[in-house]
């Protein structure tokens, strides 16, 4: 059995600042962020709770594919930005759609996060566990850049993708996936660090003043992405038996235009074959690859027979690609 895509939605806040908004509160420039990113303008919370978007874009995914909620076995949703430490976002979806059924469980795998959550199904539903499954990818990672650091806060967006997927007994789905845990100080975020009656008061109360936003060493996430993405791609091909050729369209995560560009011209492939949506919506994370998913599905783009490829990179590091028929 192999995993399919049935139904796909998104959900994006309403409120969009373009790069001449940041370039009033900060400095920089629309020229300085298209140049270096491509990104024109992004979605910025205006109160949506990471849950509040995933909840949209899954009511849209489910409708998309024609399934009730109850009927769904497994949720996965993937963020490094939830609402809280308890309950996870995936219960926090489930009681809010009435997946009763289901299974719900969170997954931090950084910008990977959706990717790896939809090879976790296949592994599920190539073992016979479950048959029905919603996967989400959703962030707000505005609560977490630092709005005083123009060489981050201005990448990011937030929103949310989900994918409704289904046991099939035709098609393929192949993937691959690593992580290198040494390299976690290239992009990281630092949670609470120990502080309980048994440390001592003075590091107590200094721990918990401590608050710390994202940190990138840019040129490493970068040089690292161009690297990395078309081995994963040229990974999973083999595994699939498939050329670059064959392939129809390649969804890959939206960090930066630039890095999209490279891993084409490294494939030797026309990056026609590799639609963006970076440019409205930054880096999204986790959700940048469901957002576009359900963005070229909704244009039209995606004819079922298609040959698809999903690759994710982001903080851990983590990285993979998945290769499917649609
Ligand atoms: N506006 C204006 N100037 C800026 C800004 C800004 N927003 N941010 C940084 N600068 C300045 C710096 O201060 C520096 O100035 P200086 O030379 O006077 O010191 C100059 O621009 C160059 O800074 P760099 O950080 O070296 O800029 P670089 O050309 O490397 O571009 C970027 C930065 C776009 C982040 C690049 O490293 C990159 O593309 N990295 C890939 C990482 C990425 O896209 N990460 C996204 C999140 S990670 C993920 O999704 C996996």
Redesign the pocket.
């Known amino acids: 059995m192999r995993l399919r895509i049935r139904g796909t939605g998104s959900a994006l806040p309403a409120h969009c600042v373009t790069n001449d908004e940041l370039s009033r509160i900060m400095?920089?420039?629309d020229e300085?962020?298209v140049s270096?990113?491509g990104i024109h303008s992004r979605h910025i919370s205006h109160g949506e709770a990471t849950t509040d978007l995933c909840v949209q874009a899954s009511r849209r995914a489910l409708a998309d594919a024609g399934m009730d909620a109850e009927e769904l076995e497994l949720i996965i949703a993937a963020t490094v930005s939830p609402d809280d430490y308890l309950p996870n976002t995936g219960c926090a979806v489930q009681s809010a759609i009435g997946a009763v059924h289901a299974v719900a469980m969170e997954l931090n795998a950084a910008?990977a996060g959706f990717l790896f959550a939809l090879n976790t199904v296949q592994a599920y539903i190539q073992a016979g566990i479950y048959r029905k499954a919603l996967v989400i990818g959703g962030e707000v990672l505005s609560k977490m850049v630092d709005w005083e650091d123009?060489?981050t806060c201005?990448?990011f967006g937030d929103g949310a993708g989900a994918a409704v997927v289904e046991a099939a007994e035709e098609g393929y789905y192949f993937f691959c996936q690593g992580s290198d845990g040494r390299k976690g100080n290239v992009?990281s975020c630092r949670n609470r660090r120990v502080c309980n009656p048994f440390v001592s008061e003075e590091k107590a109360l200094s721990e918990k003043e401590k608050q710390d936003y994202v940190r990138?060493d840019?040129?490493e996430?970068?040089r690292f992405?161009v690297r990395t993405v078309p081995e994963a791609i040229r990974e999973v091909l083999q595994r699939g038996e498939r050329t670059v050729e064959e392939v129809d369209w390649f969804l890959l995560?939206q960090?930066?235009e630039?890095?999209i560009s490279a891993v084409a011209k490294r494939l030797k492939v026309s990056e026609e074959k590799f639609p963006m949506n970076l440019d409205h919506c930054g880096?999204t994370?986790a959700a940048s690859i469901p957002i576009l998913l359900d963005e070229v599905n909704k244009k039209g783009l995606l004819k079922r027979g298609q040959t698809i490829v999903l690759s994710g990179?982001?903080?851990g590091l983590t990285w993979g690609a998945a290769l499917l028929k649609w």
Do not use: E, P
Request: charged share 15%; net charge positive; proline share 0%.
């Open positions: 400095d920089t420039s300085w962020i270096r990113t910008c123009r060489s201005v990448l992009l990138m840019g040129r996430v970068f992405a995560h960090a930066n630039r890095i880096n994370s990179f982001g903080a």
